[in-house]
C-alpha cells in the first residue's frame, strides 16, 4: 500500500472517530434539550423513538455490512454510487421495521427523516468495514 493511501486510511479512520464521537456527544444534548422544552409524556414518547430507531439503524447497518458491503468491497466493486443506492436502502429499511415508532415520532413532531439518516450514518461510522488491501501477505516498501 502507497503511503497516500497509509495517509487516506488514517485520516478516514480519524474522521470516523470524530463523527461517532460527535454523534455520540450530541444524541444525549438533544435528549436533554427535549426533555427541557416538552412535557414528561411528549419527552418519554421522543425518547423512545430515538433509541427505537437507533436500534434498527444499528441492526439493519450491521446486516447491510455483512450481506452487501463487504462483498462489494472485497470483490472491488464499492462505489459512491453504490454507497449511496446501499444508503437509501437501509434508510427505507429503518423505516419499514420501525414504521410504528416513525408514525409515532411524526405525530410527536420528531424530523423523522434527518433523524434516520444521522443513526445511519452514525451506525456506518461505528461499524466501517475496511476496504482489503491488494495483498494482505507483501511486505511493505522499504524506503532509502
Same mark, same amino acid.
Given at each position: 500500500m502507497s503511503v497516500? %493511501? $497509509?495517509v487516506v486510511s !488514517? &485520516? %478516514?479512520g480519524l474522521l470516523s472517530l470524530v463523527v461517532s464521537a460527535g454523534i455520540a456527544y450530541v444524541v444525549p444534548r438533544v435528549k436533554q434539550a427535549v426533555d427541557a $422544552?416538552?412535557?414528561d409524556k411528549t419527552a418519554s414518547v421522543v425518547n423512545l423513538v430515538i433509541d427505537g430507531l437507533a436500534n434498527i439503524a444499528q441492526a439493519v447497518v450491521q446486516d447491510f455490512n455483512q450481506k452487501i458491503v463487504a462483498n462489494a468491497k472485497n470483490a472491488g466493486t464499492w462505489t459512491p454510487q453504490l454507497a449511496q443506492g446501499v444508503k437509501a436502502d437501509a434508510i427505507a429499511a429503518v423505516k419499514a421495521q420501525g414504521a410504528t415508532l416513525v @408514525? &409515532? !415520532? @411524526?405525530q410527536v413532531g420528531v424530523d423523522v427523516e434527518s433523524l434516520i439518516d444521522s443513526l445511519i450514518e452514525s451506525a456506518v461510522s461505528q461499524n466501517h468495514v475496511s476496504v482489503p488491501t491488494a495483498n494482505a501477505n507483501a511486505q511493505p516498501p522499504v524506503s532509502d
Open positions: 497516500e %493511501a $497509509h !488514517g &485520516l %478516514a $422544552h416538552v412535557n @408514525q &409515532l !415520532g @411524526q
